[in-house]
């Protein structure tokens, strides 16, 4: 999954239960991004994700994994 997807099916799960899904160009590193979901935060790497590094996302945004 790259991490345009992974953005695109956070917003939807966001639009479904009132949240939103922030994006911060600025709060990673390089081609790290920083994102959002309510009050919990994460860094998403560019390129491709494998499912292992979408779960850990997952986990720490607070989104379970079979919603998406």
């Not at 695109?8 to 390089?30: F, H, I, P, Q, Y």
Request: hydrophobic share 40%.
């Amino acid at each position: 999954m790259k991490r345009e997807q992974l953005f695109s099916a956070l917003r939807r799960w966001c639009r479904k239960n009132g949240m939103a899904l922030e994006v911060d160009t600025l709060g990673g590193k390089g081609s790290h991004v920083k994102i959002h979901v309510g009050g919990r935060a994460t860094i998403v790497k560019a390129g491709e994700l494998s499912p292992v590094y979408v779960e850990v996302i997952l986990k720490q945004l607070g989104v379970p994994k079979d919603s998406i």
